[in-house]
Antibody
Framework: EVHLVESGGGLVQPGGSLRLSCAAS????????MAWVRQAPGKGLVWVSR????????DYADSVKGRFTVSRDNAKNTFYLQMNSLRAEDTAVYYC??????????WGQGTLVTVSS | DIVMTQTPLSLSVTPGQPASISCKSS???????????LYWHLQKPGQSPQLLIY???NRFSGVPDRFSGSGSGTDFTLKISRVEAEDAGVYFC?????????FGGGTKVEIK
């Protein structure tokens, strides 16, 4: 069974940093692209980033480009989202997901990031 | 970015009755590889989203056959033949033909 578990969310001040992790199990992790999607409180879904199988290819939404970095460790079946220069508008539940032709076929349970002073 | 527009914003359905949600994209989602990159996700209350339909009309693993998807190009529809209580939640369409992938604003389905 595919299982994705995010961690690392929390409260951070504007301008601060946070690293999210997503631990995967139940499938051959290194064979899949992986992605991050976020959802601000009471709002819709917004795609954030994705990473290729070996980590050599990454893509970002314009709103996070230059501030967020996605990476992965296939030996640990885990991928990450390093978030720097955080802004109030980055406040959201962050979901990790297994990429499926650019969409998501399996989603994690989400981790809440709150950017506030 | 491709804009995905869903209608209606919400609907209230009696169990056993059908429901239909429309999704329109600002550009065609038909790729030169022959695939149409349109997906439907459902977010039940308090839960993370789950994939229902991929490439317009293919039900994902475990999705009941009362869910069906149709459409082509820029116009798509999700239909529930007979709504059940467990179908309550917000339905999102999504495109992935072009980066960044984008979602519709969501349609909230309430069960009467």
């Amino acid at each position: 069974e595919v299982h994705l578990v995010e961690s690392g969310g929390g409260l951070v001040q504007p301008g601060g940093s946070l690293r999210l992790s997503c631990a995967a199990s139940g499938f051959s992790f290194s064979a899949y692209w992986m992605a991050w999607v976020r959802q601000a409180p009471g709002k819709g879904l917004v795609w954030v980033s994705r990473i290729g199988r070996d980590g050599s290819r990454t893509d970002y939404a314009d709103s996070v480009k230059g501030r967020f970095t996605v990476s992965r460790d296939n030996a640990k079946n885990t991928f990450y989202l390093q978030m720097n220069s955080l802004r109030a508008e980055d406040t959201a539940v962050y979901y990790c997901g297994r990429d499926f032709w650019g969409s998501i076929d399996y989603w994690g349970q989400g981790t809440l990031v709150t950017v506030s002073s | 970015d491709i804009v995905m527009t869903q209608t209606p914003l919400s609907l209230s359905v009696t169990p056993g009755q059908p429901a239909s949600i429309s999704c329109k994209s600002s550009q065609s989602l038909l790729h030169s590889d022959g695939r149409t990159y349109l997906y439907w996700h459902l977010q039940k209350p308090g839960q993370s989203p789950q994939l229902l339909i991929y490439e317009v009309s293919n039900r994902f693993s475990g999705v009941p056959d009362r869910f069906s998807g149709s459409g082509s190009g820029t116009d798509f529809t999700l239909k529930i033949s007979r709504v059940e209580a467990e179908d309550a939640g917000v339905y999102f369409c999504m495109q992935s033909i072009q980066l960044p992938p984008t979602f519709g604003g969501g349609t909230k389905v309430e069960i009467k």
